[in-house]
């Protein structure tokens, strides 16, 4: 007997309903995360995505070298968002 069995025996539940359940709390966590380090980013330089973020750089309202790390972060990170987001629909 799995651990999954064994904790879905236990609370009376269907083990594809208890791993499901699982994967689905697990993802609203990391999206949750994502989502905080996509604010700090942003109110950081007072923009809402990675895209105004280039265009302020682009305008000369934000320094390109201040900026240059955050950028390539607050990309990634939306990036993983969409797919954390894509995810979840399937679950």
């Given at each position: 007997?799995?651990?999954?069995?064994m904790i879905a025996k236990?609370?009376?539940?269907?083990?594809?309903?208890?791993?499901?359940?699982?994967?689905?709390?697990?993802?609203?966590?990391?999206?949750?995360?994502?989502?905080?380090?996509?604010?700090?980013?942003?109110?950081?330089?007072?923009?809402?995505?990675?895209?105004?973020?280039?265009?302020?750089?682009?305008?000369?309202?934000?320094?390109?070298?201040?900026?240059?790390?955050?950028?390539?972060?607050?990309?990634?990170?939306?990036?993983?968002?969409?797919?954390?987001?894509?995810?979840?629909?399937?679950?």
């Amino acid at each position: 007997m799995t651990v999954i069995d064994m904790i879905a025996k236990e609370f009376h539940l269907n083990p594809d309903e208890l791993l499901r359940e699982s994967m689905r709390t697990y993802l609203h966590q990391k999206l949750a995360k994502i989502e905080a380090d996509i604010f700090l980013i942003a109110k950081k330089y007072g923009v809402k995505d990675v895209f105004e973020l280039d265009s302020k750089a682009k305008e000369g309202f934000i320094s390109e070298e201040d900026a240059y790390d955050d950028y390539f972060v607050l990309d990634n990170l939306e990036a993983e968002r969409e797919k954390v987001k894509k995810l979840l629909e399937k679950v």
